[in-house]
């Protein structure tokens, strides 16, 4: 095998004990086909974004304009209404605890606390329910920041999430216990009002579990 170095006119040798230089080259030509792929596909999404995201589908228009059909397709389709998109983005008060624990980037361009959080948070977004992330709850004398508040799409009660994420941590586990119980004093209950899901480093949240819920609580 020979290797040359091209100038666009004229090719040059490189011989075998310039390996590194060779090896230099091919990496440059590598990132240079690299960079013009990235570019076309950058392209691409910003295509995308003018002429498809922000337009109203005809798959939308074809459910929200004839409420025969929405009646029909309400098994297999759910819509947000404009309810619901007015009370998911007016502003809340939120936790104001330890903001720099928000760390994972979810789906609506908001920061939670940990990666289960960022997955139920997707969810639940794909899903397009309704939801609001660490919004203040006052319970008694309590305040309370539930995961997630969420507005029940067919209800429209709220309705909360709680994930406990450390559970094979005694103090957290002692924690989680006093907070469910609070939530029961005052009539919040795990399967009516209340949705919680647990892990600990050995048993992570599993996607599956998350969109069995959704299913079982919002469908």
């Not at 990235?38 to 939308?60: T, W």
């Not at 819509?79 to 008060?93: C, F, H, N």
Request: with cysteine; aromatic share 14%.
């Amino acid at each position: 095998m020979k290797w040359f170095h091209s100038d666009g006119h004229t090719q040059t040798y490189i011989p075998k004990k310039h390996r590194e230089y060779a090896q230099q080259l091919a990496y440059k030509r590598f990132l240079l086909e690299k960079q013009t792929e990235c570019k076309k596909e950058l392209y691409a999404l910003e295509l995308y974004q003018r002429h498809a995201v922000g337009e109203n589908k005809k798959s939308d228009r074809f459910l929200s304009e004839d409420p025969a059909y929405q009646e029909l397709l309400c098994p297999f389709y759910q819509m947000v209404t404009q309810e619901e998109l007015i009370w998911s983005d007016t502003s809340y008060p939120k936790n104001p605890n330890y903001p720099e624990q928000l760390k994972y980037k979810s789906c609506k361009n908001e920061y939670v606390r940990s990666k289960s959080e960022a997955l139920i948070a997707m969810n639940l977004y794909m899903e397009k329910i309704a939801y609001r992330y660490e919004c203040e709850l006052k319970i008694g004398k309590a305040v309370f920041y539930p995961d997630f508040t969420i507005l029940h799409p067919l209800t429209g009660k709220e309705i909360y999430w709680e994930h406990f994420g450390k559970m094979d941590l005694p103090e957290y586990a002692k924690n989680a216990a006093d907070k469910l119980h609070m939530y029961a004093r005052n009539g919040i209950y795990p399967g009516d009002r209340l949705i919680t899901t647990y892990e600990t480093m050995e048993q992570p949240l599993d996607t599956a579990i998350v969109q069995k819920l959704i299913t079982y609580h919002f469908k």
